[in-house]
């Protein structure tokens, strides 16, 4: 039996020419659900795992599969769905998961076999079971289970070309943030996977970066922070040699011997949600935990990077609070808290989260024609009425921030600064630059698309 999973591209977002461009070797990550499918995968099974972000291959010459798996975030839907038309075409069923397929279960089921929502160590050699007994049910309900129950992520079955390498150790978010579906897909209670299994596992890891994909590595109570510094110490204890970056929350700037053991476990950056800037941007995406304890963000960092461990931090534009000049605020907030590197995403609202049923009730949604506007819900593009913006001065706004934050003079004081007290800025520079050009570039497209828009929906160029 021949079982083929698929990591579908998205058209707008330019990974499939990855190897072309320098910069995006950083930028591609491996498709971890589909390694870990592959490990719930019993062994008379053959599996080809497709990323399509490093290339769209001629389906038609793989070997014919028995069945199809595809997964899929927002952004990455109206690709799933083509890719499951053209095999169903052929009389081959298809199986979708992940988030979106959870989230929008109606919808996806219109265009593929079976369903698979949630997370699929409960239920995918059911799956397979009844593929082969000829009973393949359309909806199969994963459960939230431990994370014992979790393989090691197959990660012989891809090819090379990555930058880095990827592994989870814990599932589940109790912040519960009105933008973000972490909650109603993982759950929010904090679930950590077992320490022999990802010692294991990073071994198996061939690439010397890894990014922990967490939705946060070190977890918010003092429990949750023990189970870290054990898996710290371990993964010190094991010589893995790897270097990684993952996601936390400042929280992990209170701990002197936690960001000590972390950096002699190989972690290099981490990525943390600012969010917003204000108090009242903060509380209206319920993010309240950053406002704790009177907490002064710029020392936090400071604490952080002192520690030789770039902080690039994430924040959002578009919030109800937000006024004309949140650009220029949120670069401001950035510089002063001395962030190495930085994002900002327009406010998406995405199936299965508090901000998307609010902004549906209010009629607030505008790139509405679906599925095929899914592929606008990157973050990258403004899909939304915003209280206080039209589209054009929303780009404005994130377009100032880019310029303000990203400037040349900036982006050196930030290399020499890490020349001067951490040795190589490397990474800094490539991050930096990185974000800069794909600023820029983002600005260019969605301009160019507003031009052609259908009312106040882009369209593609």
Not at 283 to 301: A, T
Not at 326 to 351: E, H, K, W
Not at 363 to 373: E, K, L, M, Q, W
């Amino acid at each position: 039996m021949h079982l083929l999973l698929i990591n579908p591209s998205n058209s707008l977002v330019n990974f499939i020419k990855s190897n072309e461009k320098y910069w995006h070797r950083y930028r591609v990550w491996k498709p971890l659900g589909l390694l870990v499918i592959a490990g719930l995968t019993p062994p008379e099974w053959d599996i080809t795992i497709v990323d399509e972000n490093l290339g769209i291959p001629d389906y038609e010459a793989i070997p014919r599969p028995d069945l199809v798996g595809v997964t899929a975030f927002t952004s990455q839907a109206n690709r799933a769905y083509q890719i499951a038309e053209s095999f169903r075409r052929r009389d081959i069923p298809v199986v979708m998961g992940g988030i979106h397929a959870s989230m929008c279960q109606s919808e996806a089921a219109e265009y593929v076999d079976a369903i698979v929502t949630g997370e699929a160590e409960s239920i995918w050699k059911t799956v397979l079971a009844d593929h082969c007994n000829g009973g393949l049910k359309p909806l199969y309900n994963g459960e939230q289970v431990s994370m014992e129950h979790t393989p090691l992520a197959r990660h012989d079955l891809l090819p090379t070309g990555y930058r880095l390498g990827s592994i989870q150790t814990t599932r589940g978010c109790p912040l519960n943030c009105s933008f973000c579906s972490v909650t109603s897909f993982n759950g929010g209670r904090y679930r950590h996977r077992p320490i022999p299994d990802v010692i294991a596992e990073m071994q198996s890891i061939k690439e010397e970066y890894v990014l922990i994909v967490d939705d946060n590595f070190i977890g918010t109570s003092a429990r949750h922070i023990e189970h870290t510094k054990d898996l710290l110490r371990a993964m010190v204890k094991a010589g893995l040699n790897k270097k990684f970056i993952t996601q936390v929350t400042i929280n992990i700037a209170d701990d002197e011997e936690l960001l000590t053991l972390a950096v002699s476990a190989g972690m290099f950056g981490v990525y943390i949600g600012f969010e917003s800037p204000n108090a009242e941007g903060l509380k209206e995406i319920h993010k309240k935990f950053n406002l704790q304890n009177h907490r002064n963000m710029r020392e936090s960092v400071q604490r952080i990077r002192r520690h030789g461990i770039i902080v690039a931090g994430a924040f959002i534009i578009g919030l109800d609070v937000d006024e004309k000049g949140i650009g220029r605020q949120i670069a401001d907030a950035a510089n002063s808290y001395g962030l190495d590197t930085m994002n900002v995403m327009f406010l998406t609202p995405l199936p299965g989260t508090s901000l998307w049923e609010r902004m549906v009730e209010e009629g607030r949604i505008t790139a509405n024609v679906f599925p095929a506007d899914w592929k606008y819900y990157t973050l990258s593009y403004p899909v939304a009425k915003y209280t206080n913006f039209t589209w054009s001065e929303i780009i404005t706004e994130n377009q100032v921030c880019t310029r303000a934050f990203y400037s040349y003079p900036r982006i050196l004081r930030r290399v020499f600064d890490h020349i001067r007290y951490r040795g190589s800025a490397f990474l800094t520079l490539v991050g930096n630059l990185s974000n800069r050009r794909n600023g820029f570039h983002a600005y260019k497209k969605i301009s160019r698309q507003m031009e052609l828009s259908r009312g106040d929906v882009p369209v593609d160029v």
